[in-house]
DNA sequence: GATGAATGAGGGTTCATTCAT
DNA sequence: TATGAATGAACCCTCATTCAT
């Protein structure tokens, strides 16, 4: 009974390892981070929170200091991730430029702080494992979509009031404009070894599609 | 009687021949059913072959007999399913229709054969399971991806010369047109429980937005 | 991902071991015996399904084919052990006997049963573990404990009736008979390494002290 | 400042000393009350250090400055809890009352001391944990029971001498004097919950039973 | 071919114990 | 002294895979 640790066997026979001790270190930062890298390589129900401790520098029972398990890790990482985002989409100032240029800016802001960050990795999470996550399916529903939604319905109402738009398919299914967005996620993570997929320049033909080519700036 | 095959003997590598029965081989049919519903519902890694092999109504070991391994009898449902898909895409008539009429066509297609059918969940599965299993993705991307890419761009080429178009943004990225249909499945899977989207009137908005609103038939 | 378990290795390498293969043995009796042994020696917390499996000749995934999970195998071996008894007390029949005889006989079926047998170890078992699973304290209880002090108490009101028993004791508190055999179990796990008790006679005494030496048969 | 004790020295081996903070080391008395709590109600194996320091006011490692580790805690809080009684049993004045008289004392003693105090508890971790803690059975035995054992053997030696016991079982198992004492202590741990017993009326029912109804007092 | 009982490696989680502060 | 974050061995349970029948 009881054997919990043989009582007279040293642990940790050198003070070697211990790698990160700076105190000032935020373990809990780590081991998100850790995280994110095992998950998107493996996907959550194949990811091992063994690597992920190995990864963040910490022991397994650590995690569980900072997450009370695996799932509520997972979702704290997508919060934690993307609440930047949500907080800058609630401070989105409403803009009376052309929507082609209110379009351009929010592909150079994807493409900085979405696309190419780890944040391009939690939103391939998100689509992943979404389905058998529906809380955090939802909370990027509510959070993100749809405030994205809202935002470029808002955006085509006035275009077409200005007749920058000549149809309301944009009012009706705003999310025909994040569409090539979500395509370059997707591809980046599928074809790219195949064919690499510039998603700047992808997203900025799809301007050039839908508004005409060279007519905004 | 018994028939006890010599044990040192190797069974038949299984995966190979196969093709006897002459109507079809129920079993393997039934065993790809039951994957194909086990691995939408709870992701290749989480799903079981004890479910699978109980939907498809046959014993555990069985599933063995015609698949060498759960991630083979993966590999070979995401083939089974798309094979009609890419003997149709081989056979695909170049017609001269406009570009518009053959993209409506297109999305018609889409729906019927795809979205309205388990293949949706096959390509989602693709799309979710994909980075795991790059043989996956190479084979998709080069019997699918690629040669719709290249009809594509055929299509979109000689709608410039014919004045239908009036970039060359689809040439370049001939993926843009089939954006709304990957957005489309992801949503569905994602996003119906809260906000249902029609598919179908989703992709055809796309095309009056790119095409303009009803100047096609 | 599903690394499962090598394709290339051979298992077991030498068809050596595999002891028990006499199809007519039941694994569940192997197991629920091996259980006993380890619950009883270290307690159902410290007992590690491990050794369960290893005395009972299975591999440990074996168990869960039988039993839920360890506090399922528990309670059936509980049960599984104490039915035979909790029959044999539904069938007792009453006879007319002195009471001081028919105490003596359920001295007997006390040691030859009970005490002589793994159901001593079983009865244990209740006993110091009972606290932390009520529902096996209440089958105890229902099962035995209760179809006991019934029997005991309209044996006592006869006795009375007779003249054999001068006072009521064990008609208001029947437990009163069953105590010595309790504290010999309890004893027995106890202390026997100090100072061995014969359970036996420890008994036969008891019947002395409350019957009067030798008036009995 | 800070006194940062070399880091090589092993420190103070634990256990031994103790006894300076003059009114009685109150941090000490706390973990061992708590601890008593925790194991009472869980068990010595599933019983939390963090519990007990939680309950006990202090930090987890604070534990281990006052015991060596969660076993030395379980054998010092018996020890500490019984102390009093074995000084008391060492104590013990020999009487010439009527043994049934001391016996109705004993009774009342026990109730007082033990059944109604957190003694009870103790009692019962050393029943259903002692066979797996051969120390504290030993200690139990050698300090308590033993002492027990002689003292009502020579009570009963008298009582024959006397004449108020008419057969020697009580010499030669006393421990059938202390039998419904044990059961109360049992049952009230597994049963009360469906039928409470009333302990002292149950013990004294006992020697109504072995010494006859009111020959007493 | 077909079965399904059996296997055992793998991994999530707990918790006694340590030690830097 | 006291703290409590950190550690990592241990253990329950799952499930892909095998194989005797």
């Known amino acids: 009974m009881a054997k919990p640790r043989p009582k007279t066997v040293k642990r940790r026979a050198a003070g070697a390892k211990r790698k990160r001790t700076s105190q000032g270190e935020p373990r809990r930062e780590a081991i998100l981070a850790a995280a994110l890298e095992e998950f998107s390589a493996r996907g959550f129900a194949t990811a091992r929170l063994d690597d992920v401790a190995r990864r963040a520098g910490v022991a397994k029972g650590t995690i569980y200091l900072y997450f009370r398990?695996?799932?509520?890790?997972?979702?704290e990482l997508v919060r934690a991730e993307l609440s930047p985002v949500v907080k800058a989409l609630e401070a989105a100032p409403m803009t009376d430029l052309p929507m082609r240029?209110?379009?351009?800016?929010?592909?150079?802001?994807f493409v900085r702080e979405i696309f190419a960050t780890r944040r391009?990795?939690?939103?391939?999470?998100?689509?992943?494992?979404?389905?058998?996550?529906?809380?955090?399916?939802?909370?990027?529903y509510r959070e993100v979509v749809a405030h994205v939604v809202t935002v470029i319905r808002r955006l085509a109402q006035r275009a077409i009031e200005r007749g920058e738009l000549t149809?309301?398919?944009?009012?009706?299914?705003?999310?025909?404009?994040?569409?090539?967005?979500?395509v370059a996620i997707i591809w980046s993570g599928l074809f790219d070894?195949?064919?690499?997929?510039?998603?700047?320049?992808?997203m900025r033909a799809y301007l050039d599609l839908i508004f005409g080519k060279g007519r905004a700036p």
């Open 69 to 75: 398990d695996k799932e509520t890790l997972f979702q």
């Open 101 to 109: 240029v209110v379009a351009e800016r929010l592909i150079e802001l």
């Open 120 to 140: 391009k990795d939690v939103i391939r999470l998100i689509l992943t494992e979404g389905p058998r996550f529906p809380a955090i399916a939802e909370f990027y």
């Open 167 to 182: 149809n309301d398919s944009l009012v009706r299914f705003p999310q025909l404009l994040g569409a090539p967005g979500i």
């Open 193 to 202: 070894r195949w064919a690499k997929l510039d998603a700047e320049a992808f």
